[in-house]
């Protein structure tokens, strides 16, 4: 594995210098999807979205077919090779799931608590509007 670094705009132009060239009328293909497709069919002269900030991308193509730059956190990149790509989404996506499940019953606690403050809340405006009613029928 190669040292992680911060994607900056020198970086970027290196990776314009190294063949990332926008190509004119480019369809460029999401990351995960593309990373499939990579991982089914390697081959050189795909065309993509490489990513210059967290929300400008231009269209390039591919040229090395073997290595990747994947996304870590925090706008930092690591160079891998396809096959130590795959297995680190995967461990990723492993871990989201597990996440997900532990949190699931919490989330649906605290939306059942939500509900029972809710109807209390419409119980006691409902009373309180009887009672201005009631007031005001009175007077």
């Known amino acids: 594995m190669t040292r992680a670094s911060r994607l900056d705009r020198k970086e970027a132009a290196v990776l314009r210098q190294q ?4 190509p004119t009328g480019a369809k460029p293909t ?27 991308y231009v269209p390039g193509t591919l040229n ?3 290595h990747v730059l994947v996304d870590v956190g925090t706008g930092y990149y690591v160079e891998k090779n396809v096959a130590d790509s795959k297995a680190f989404f995967k461990r990723k996506l492993d871990f989201l799931t597990k996440q997900i499940e532990k949190i699931q019953p919490a989330l649906q606690e605290k939306h059942a608590m939500k509900q029972a403050v809710i109807e209390v809340m419409n119980v006691k405006i409902q009373q309180l509007q009887q009672s201005k009613q009631a007031s005001s029928t009175k007077a």
């Open 19 to 22: 063949g990332f060239m926008a």
């Open 30 to 56: 999401r990351g995960s999807t593309f990373c499939h497709s990579m991982a089914n069919d390697p081959s050189s002269g795909k065309e993509l979205l490489v990513p210059l900030t967290s929300s400008m």
């Open 64 to 66: 090395d077919v073997e």
